[in-house]
Every structure is written in C-alpha cells, then in structure tokens.
C-alpha cells in the first residue's frame, strides 16, 4: 500500500509538471503563475461567493465599486466608483461610476450594472452567499423574501436605484460598517447584459420572486463570468481553472503575469514536489512543512508574522440530521448518539475540555501564537484580553461527560463521525489531538475522522448533516460585529447552522450594532465572550501568525502590501505581482 501511494504521487506530480513545462513553453517561462491547494472552486459567481477558495480567483476577475487602501483594512478608496457622498445622517449614499470601462465580453459598465448586481444579490440571498449583511444594511433584515414576507420588490427597488447615471443606496438605519461592506468581492458588479443573455435572472418584477433564495453557485455566471477585472476566465475542468490577463483592463496598472493557472493538488507531496522544482509559485501547505522541508531552500522565498485577522474553531451541531452517516445509530448506546447530542452543554464542555491548545501550538504551529477566548481576532477591537482562555484539563472533560446526559454518556459510552477538509493537515491534526485525548478519557469514547471535499462541507444542503467541522472566518468586512454576528448570532452564519441559540447574547449583539459608543461595544463583546465561553459552543483554535512561501522569481509580496482582506494567495492582487 505505501509504494502505491507514492507511486500515485508521483504520478501526480510528473503530470503537474508537464503540464506548467506546456504551459511555459506555450507563453514564455515568466508569463504563468501557478497557484497549488488542495480545496475544490464552489463558485465564479461573485453573487454566491463565500469561501476563500473561490474568492481568491472571483477577486482578480470582478471588481467592487469601492476597495481596501493598499494594506489598511480601515480605510476605502475608489475603484469602479470614482467618489461618492452621505447624505440623510448617513443614510443615503450616492456614487458616481468610472467611465471607460469594460467588462470582459466588451460591454460597457453603466449604472445599470451596478443597480442589477445589488438587486441580484438581495433577491437571491442564499445561505451560501454573503448578502446576508448587505440586505441587513438595505432591508434591515439577514434573510431573503421566503424567509421574511416583510422583503417586497418596493423595497428592493427602491433600497438601491440608479438616479441618472448615480447609483443611490438608501438604508433604513445608520449603518457605520457599510462602506467597508461594498469592498467585500460578493458585491463584485456583474455585467448584467451578458448575465440575462445567457440565462440569470432578468432583473425585472416580473420574475423577482422566481429568483428569491435561488441555488445560483453552479449557474451560469459560474460558467461564464464576466467581471471587469484585470483577468478573465480561459477553461475550467475538475482540477484546473485557467485565466489569462484582460487586454481591455481600464486600470493604470496594467496585469505583468499573463497567465494564472489554479490547480486542485489535493497530495501535500505533490504540491511540495512541484514548488521545489519551479513548477508552481504559490501552494498550499502547513506551517511545519514550510520550516521543516521549504525554508531555506533554493528558489523559495517565506513571508511570515503577518497579521492573524482569522477566527477558527470546531462547532458541535446540537440538531445533526437524522440518516446523515454520522450518529452511528443515533442512540446514546456506545455505536452512536442521538441526533441532538450536542445540545447538553456538559457534552460540549467535555469535547472543549479535551482538546489541548498548548499542544496544537507547539506542535502544529511551532510554538508561534496563543490561546484564545472568544472566536474574534485579538488584532481587532472588542477582544477581551483580560478573560482567560479555555483550558485543557481531563479531569475537568472527564467530570463535565459524567454529568452529561444524566450520567449516560460516561456509563454507555458513544461513536461519533466527524469532518474535516480533506488534504488540510492541519485540521487532520487537530482531529486526531481531539479524538486521542476523548478516547483516553473513557474506553466506551469512540470519535471516527472523515476526510471530505470542502465544497461538500461548506454546502447549505450538507450542513445539517455535520456533527463537527472545522467553521472559520475571513472577515468580510473589518467590524468586530462580522465576527461576533457570524459566530454567535442565532441570525448569523454559523450559529444557525448549528442549531445554537442564546436570547442573551442574541440582545447583547443587537445593543452592540445599534451604538456607536466604541466602550459600550467593547463592553458588551466582553460579555458575549464570557458567556460563549462557559456555554462552550465552539472549540476555540488559538491565534496563528500568518504564513506562506512563494518562489523568489515573484515580485509585489511583502508584508508592506499584504491586506489580510483581500487576495488570500498572496495579500494583493495578481495584476499587482511580476515575475523575474
């Protein structure tokens, strides 16, 4: 079996590398960049897009009308708006649009493309998208016209409208965040001539309601997206998106690297093999991997201590599908456990209790980072220093799953099945540090380690059935509140996802968005942490620096231009890099 899986990585990597060697040959050696990770692309509609694997492609193909200031995650400027005004007490916003510029099918960007995308984006709203917080900004509520009857095409019409060639929001309440919020690539402008002509909605009342809450992530803007970005798509298959640089781009800084390759490499070998020769720029791989097997080597060039403005941790599902596969038999009976086996708090105190931080840091991230709290990052305001982190203690897990259930989990034992992202060694890692310190805890504790493909894991229509994943956060939007909504909001992204709800947090949170008094706030995240923490809703992985290698021929990445909110492969755009 051993020769046979190197085999099969070897293969892999031979055709990688014949594959950038055609490449090279067909462009010229610096004209392709080739990024490697081992996560599948959902989506290339920026309407739906919500994970960091799309994201990262979406980002150098569409654009937003306003975009982060070179490295400072607080401050906006223009990119397809050329300036814009308040009005209301900051409840109107009017933008003006940049003339000259193209999509990628050669139409013009017009104010109608903008009101589209908008519209677009608040009627279709899915649960895989992020236009829950642009709807709370325009409708005053996360969810979509099925979920709340309130949502009428009146108030869609009339939230974002283009007055002349202006494009004019107008929001029920002061929104602070919302400037920051149009920067986030899910409101990239679509070009909505192509979008009806190819199929999509046509924008009109007529046929809103058919769109309402739409599964749009394998429409047909995925499969011909038409951004005004400086790279358009070539070809895609299964494990290959190529993209070659828009000769029509209106920017003045103009793409240096012609072609962008993104290859599905889900072999870590792999992926090392064909950096260390050349045959790929940008790939994904763990911390420990690049100390111990790429530092220091010939070609490669690491930046690190960069910003964590990440948030990650395990969820526990408290209502997990019945028939999903992972519940065994779904009784509390040593082969299983039942569906909502993570609703007493005492079972998830127990898992929280198990898991050791100080372990994980030293082992998986080299002893860099530290234990946190509360799912924020301690780099953005309202993180409570002062409230110390969860402990790992065995006799603290031990006591908390001879309380749970009445004293059946500990007396009968249970099998549980958990997830995490297939080729993230990482993940793995954590899941095995969590499964080996449960099962030492009780004879009858059985946690098995399912390896899945991240677009399975991340789907609305799989989630139910997940008893514990991995959830993490890039922030959408740089707000302590796109964290704590997220995470801990019964209205949020993940909370409803695992069927956690909390009154008391829920009105701390809605306090929290409704004052602008920066201490109150603070005051109030304090609170919200405290109480998450001693409810045990999340396994709190601990802070990590950022890290990643990249070959020393690219030029552009640095820790001066590295935006933790943009452009996840290197921290700035691909039309910003160079090859030597």
């Known amino acids: 079996m051993k020769n046979k899986t190197l085999r099969a990585v070897a293969l892999a990597t031979l055709t990688l590398t014949l594959a950038a060697c055609n490449n090279k040959q067909a462009g010229g050696a610096d004209s392709t960049l080739v990024i490697q990770q081992s996560a599948d692309i959902l989506t290339l509609d920026p309407g ?76 279709t709203n899915t649960a895989d998208s992020g236009n829950w917080f642009l709807s709370e900004s325009l409708l005053g509520t996360a969810s979509n016209a099925k979920d709340d009857t309130s949502i009428t095409w009146a108030k869609i019409s009339s939230a974002v409208k283009c007055d002349g060639d202006t494009l004019v929001f107008t929001l029920p309440a002061v929104d602070p965040a919302f400037l920051t919020k149009l920067a986030y690539i899910g409101q990239g402008i679509v070009d909505s001539k192509h979008a009806k002509e190819i199929g999509e909605w046509d924008g009109t009342e007529a046929t809103w309601k058919d769109w309402v809450g739409k599964d749009i992530l394998g429409g047909e803007l995925n499969k011909q997206p038409s951004g005004t970005g400086a790279y358009k798509l070539v070809n895609r298959d299964a494990n290959t998106i190529s993209l070659t640089a828009f000769d029509g781009y209106w920017g003045e800084d103009k793409p240096q690297i012609k072609n962008v390759i993104l290859q599905k490499v889900p072999e870590e070998a792999a992926r090392v093999q064909a950096f260390l020769k050349g045959d790929a720029d940008f790939i994904e791989v763990p911390r420990a991997i690049i100390s111990t097997q790429l530092q220091g080597k010939p070609g490669v060039a690491v930046l690190d201590d960069l910003t964590n403005t990440t948030a990650a941790g395990f969820s526990m599902n408290q209502k997990i599908e019945a028939g999903s596969g992972m519940i065994g038999s779904g009784k509390l009976d040593g082969k299983g456990v039942p569906t909502d086996f993570f609703k007493d708090a005492d079972v998830r105190r127990g898992f929280v209790a198990s898991f050791d931080v100080p372990t994980y840091i030293e082992q998986v991230q080299e002893g860099k980072g530290s234990p946190r709290n509360f799912l924020l990052p301690d780099s953005f305001p309202g993180y409570d220093s002062n409230l110390e982190a969860a402990k790992f203690d065995p006799e603290l897990a031990k006591a908390a799953f001879q309380r749970a259930w009445g004293g059946q989990v500990w007396q009968n034992g249970f099998t549980i099945n958990v997830s995490y992202r297939a080729g993230a060694q990482t993940q793995q890692t954590a899941m095995e540090l969590l499964k080996k310190n449960i099962e030492s805890l009780n004879p009858k504790f059985k946690v098995n380690i399912v390896g899945k493909e991240w677009s399975e894991l991340i789907s609305s229509k799989n989630v139910p059935k997940e008893a514990m994943v991995m959830t993490a956060w890039a922030p959408d939007y740089a707000d302590p509140d796109n964290f704590v909504s997220t995470f801990y909001s019964s209205t949020g992204y993940y909370a409803p996802r695992i069927n956690a709800q909390d009154a008391q947090i829920d009105g701390w949170i809605k306090e929290a968005r409704g004052t602008t008094d920066t201490a109150r706030r603070d005051e109030l995240y304090a609170q919200i942490a405290k109480r998450a923490l001693d409810e045990a809703y999340y396994i709190i992985m601990p802070a990590q620096p950022g890290v990643f290698p990249y070959r020393d021929t690219i030029k552009g990445v640095s820790a001066d231009t590295f935006n933790p909110m943009i452009a996840f492969t290197s921290g700035t755009y691909w039309k910003n890099l160079s090859k030597e």
């Open 48 to 123: 739906t897009t919500y994970d960091t694997s799309s994201g990262q492609i979406v980002e150098n193909m569409y654009e937003t009308l306003v975009g982060y200031k070179g490295s400072d995650i607080t401050k906006v400027e223009p990119v397809l708006a050329t300036e814009w005004q308040e009005g209301q007490g900051g409840k109107e916003y009017r933008f003006t649009l940049r003339d000259g510029v193209k999509f990628h099918t050669g139409n013009d960007l017009t104010c109608a493309d903008a009101e589209y995308t908008f519209r677009r984006n608040l009627v």
